[in-house]
T-cell receptor, first 109, second 111 residues
Framework: QKEVEQDPGPLSVPEGAIVSLNCTYS??????FMWYRQYSRKGPELLMYTYSSGNKEDGRFTAQVDKSSKYISLFIRDSQPSDSATYLC?????????FGTGTSLTVIP | NAGVTQTPKFRILKIGQSMTLQCTQD?????MYWYRQDPGMGLKLIYYSVGAGITDKGEVPNGYNVSRSTTEDFPLRLELAAPSQTSVYFC??????????FGPGTRLTVT
């Protein structure tokens, strides 16, 4: 079983829509959960992280962890064309990172 | 600060050739990582290092070697290139926590 699995998409939404990106993970002991954004032909960059469970908000972005169902989500409100990218969820285990396969998002003006 | 730099940006290798992918960071981070990214497959960890002189295997180490003689540099060596090693390679660093900083990547094609 993979440590983390991600809905592959792709997703295409109109500008202003609410976007929901999702991953599941395998080990209930995992504590650190991250979302990375990767623009085409660039390296990933950290967007948000959460520790343990609950929600974390940063502007239009909200990261959510549900430890009971081992589910992590990223919500994007009022999506913009500049949000068009691939979004990767990731888990940090103390010395290694495990990444989801990424969801490609296109926001249409 | 340049952050994480990788060279070369692009490379085409013939089967059986060898090469070294360079990674340098100027953030004085202890932890460094090498990943490969294949289409639709996410990032797979090849090797990582927790400090100078210490390296360890990740998920997909076969066909690769690394060394870490300084804090700044973490080169990745391919000894006998194979078509299965066609990929985009990313180097990343972190000081000791969850926030990784990635380089711009090296696109490698083996034909």
């Amino acid at each position: 079983q993979k440590e983390v699995e991600q809905d592959p998409g792709p997703l295409s939404v109109p500008e202003g829509a609410i976007v929901s990106l999702n991953c599941t993970y395998s080990n209930s002991a995992f504590q650190y959960f991250m979302w990375y954004r990767q623009y085409s032909r660039k390296g990933p960059e950290l967007l948000m992280y959460t520790y343990s469970s609950g929600n974390k908000e940063d502007g239009r972005f909200t990261a959510q962890v549900d430890k009971s169902s081992k589910y992590i989500s990223l919500f994007i409100r009022d999506s913009q064309p500049s949000d068009s990218a691939t979004y990767l969820c990731a888990i940090y285990t103390g010395n290694q990172f495990y990444f989801g396969t990424g969801t490609s998002l296109t926001v249409i003006p | 600060n340049a952050g994480v730099t990788q060279t070369p940006k692009f490379r085409i290798l013939k089967i059986g050739q060898s090469m070294t992918l360079q990674c340098t960071q100027d953030m004085n981070h202890n932890y460094m990582y090498w990943y490969r990214q294949d289409p639709g497959m996410g990032l797979k960890l090849i090797y990582y290092s927790v400090g100078a002189g210490i390296t360890d295997k990740g998920e997909v180490p076969n066909g690769y070697n690394v060394s870490r003689s300084t804090t700044e540099d973490f080169p990745l060596r391919l000894e006998l290139a194979a078509p299965s090693q066609t990929s985009v390679y990313f180097c990343a660093t972190t000081i000791d926590t969850y926030e990784q900083y990635f380089g711009p990547g090296t696109r490698l094609t083996v034909t």
